[in-house]
């Protein structure tokens, strides 16, 4: 299957969970919310160039948004973390690794200590935004720490079982390509 292909069928399955699956759940006395479609983004190849990424995540994200009704709010936390994908990546792997190594990021191609720290560092940026975007205000200081918190949690927890789960096949990147 093509890598177009299959970013195409990612793209509809993580917008369909998150719509149809996700959001039907009531949030935990209005504090935590479960967001896992934002993983679409964490798993584009690394060859995406950032204009590129930072325009599907730009796209996904306003997709999201026509589903749920919030203007913008998911757009704005999808085009931030597509555009900082890039800098974390180089800043934990190096280029010659990269370049030579798997064509995704997984906990295969990047090992579990930094794809662990990479999804943990995007998802907490994400949930952040998410919820600075959706409060516009720092009233309760703790409580949007709190609820930051909870949500990056019950994320990364989803994110561990969709790991689990749907093991993706890594194709070792050549150089003949």
């Given amino acids: 299957m093509s890598d177009l292909l299959k970013n195409i069928i990612r793209f509809a399955l993580f917008l369909a969970v998150q719509v149809f699956i996700l959001n039907r759940i009531p949030p935990l006395h209005r504090f935590v919310a479960p967001y896992l479609y934002f993983l679409f983004i964490l798993w ?24 749920t009704k919030t ?3 998911h757009a704005a936390a999808c085009t931030l973390i597509a555009y900082l994908r890039h ?3 180089s800043l934990m792997m190096p280029k010659e690794k990269m370049e030579i190594s798997y064509a995704e990021p997984s906990a295969t191609s990047m090992g579990w200590m930094q794809y662990s720290i990479y999804v943990l560092v995007l998802t907490f940026l ?6 600075f975007l959706e409060w516009m205000e720092f009233g309760g200081f703790l409580y949007f720490l709190g609820k930051v918190l909870a949500t990056t949690g019950i994320s990364l927890l989803l994110i561990g079982v969709t790991e689990l789960l749907f093991v993706r096949k890594s194709r070792y990147r050549t150089n003949m390509a």
């Fill in 126 to 131: 994400h949930h952040g935004y998410l919820v």
């Fill in 71 to 73: 203007p913008g709010l």
């Fill in 44 to 67: 584009l190849p690394f060859r995406t160039p950032r204009l590129a990424m930072t325009l599907i995540g730009f796209l996904f994200g306003l997709t999201l948004d026509m589903f």
């Fill in 87 to 89: 800098f974390l990546i």
